[in-house]
């Protein structure tokens, strides 16, 4: 059972910058697919970013793409997500999750077996 632990959520002005971990507790982890979703107050919880064992590969919900980036540590079993130009529609609870899946949709979080408790991004205008 792999366990993972959200960080760097917060309180920030609109434009600026926040950066989230993501710490797993296996080494096996390094080898899983790694997510990060969001839920707003109200709202359906919805996909923001995925990376793939290697980072090679990373994949993005359009709004916000060009501010966020998802990036790996396999050798820390960490992977982060550096959300730049913030918006107040980006407040929401950021979960991290994980995937030892070879393959499937990055986008749905029916993918991902493993999920964080979440971490608190609130941006004032």
């Known amino acids: 059972q792999v366990q993972l632990v959200e960080s760097g959520g917060g309180l920030v002005q609109a434009g600026g910058s926040l950066r989230l971990a993501c710490a797993a507790s296996?080494?096996?982890?390094?080898?899983?697919?790694m997510g990060w979703f969001r839920q707003a107050p109200g709202r359906e919880r919805e996909f923001v970013a995925a990376?793939?064992?290697?980072?090679?590969?990373?994949y993005y919900i359009d709004s916000v793409k060009g501010r966020f980036t998802i990036s790996r540590d396999n050798a820390k079993n960490t992977i982060y997500l550096q959300m730049n130009s913030l918006k107040p529609e980006d407040t929401a609870d950021y979960y991290c999750?994980?995937?030892?899946?070879?393959?499937?949709?990055?986008?749905?979080?029916?993918?991902?077996?493993?999920w964080g408790q979440g971490t608190q991004v609130t941006v004032s205008s």
């Open positions: 990376i793939n064992w290697s980072g090679g590969s990373t």
């Open positions: 296996e080494r096996n982890a390094r080898r899983y697919i």
């Open positions: 999750a994980a995937s030892a899946k070879y393959s499937g949709d990055y986008y749905s979080s029916r993918l991902y077996e493993y």
